[in-house]
Nanobody, 121 residues
Framework: QVHLVESGGGLVQPGGSLRLSCTAS???????NSWAWHRQAPGKEREWV????????TDYAAQVKDRFTVSSDDSNTAYRQVDDLKPEVTAVYYC???????????????WGKGTLVTVSS
C-alpha cells in the first residue's frame, strides 16, 4: 500500500521560512519518477505550484517561481522550501508523486492528504 505523507506545516510568522517534506512509502521496492506540490488556499481551487523530475529538473508556477524551491533526495522524500513567507500563501499544501514499482514499466500518481500552512502574526 502506497502512502505519501506531508510534514512541516504549521503556524509561521510573516517573513519567516518553512520547509515542507513529503515522504513516500510502499510495500514493495519502488522509485519516484517525479514529485509535485499543490496548494489550496481558503475559498479557492487547488492549484499546482511546483514539480521536480528525476531529482533535478524543476518547474514552477509563475506565481511562485522566484520564491519556492523544490528538491528531492534518495530517501524517497521531497522538499519544498519557501522564504519570506507572506499571509497570502496560507493554504493546505499537498504533494503528489509519480511512483513506479520496480516490477512495473509505468508509474502512477499518488497523493498525500495535505498539511496546513498558516502565515499570520
Amino acid at each position: 500500500q502506497v502512502h505519501l505523507v506531508e510534514s512541516g506545516g504549521g503556524l509561521v510568522q510573516p517573513g519567516g521560512s518553512l520547509r515542507l517534506s513529503c515522504t513516500a512509502s510502499a510495500g514493495s521496492l519502488f522509485s519516484m519518477n517525479s514529485w509535485a506540490w499543490h496548494r489550496q488556499a481558503p475559498g479557492k481551487e487547488r492549484e499546482w505550484v511546483a514539480r521536480i523530475t528525476a531529482g533535478v529538473i524543476t518547474d514552477y508556477a509563475a506565481q511562485v517561481k522566484d520564491r519556492f524551491t523544490v528538491s528531492s533526495d534518495d530517501s524517497n522524500t521531497a522538499y519544498r522550501q519557501v522564504d519570506d513567507l507572506k499571509p497570502e500563501v496560507t493554504a493546505v499544501y499537498y504533494c503528489s508523486g509519480d511512483l513506479r514499482f520496480v516490477t512495473e514499466i509505468y508509474g502512477k500518481d499518488y497523493w498525500g492528504k495535505g498539511t496546513l500552512v498558516t502565515v499570520s502574526s
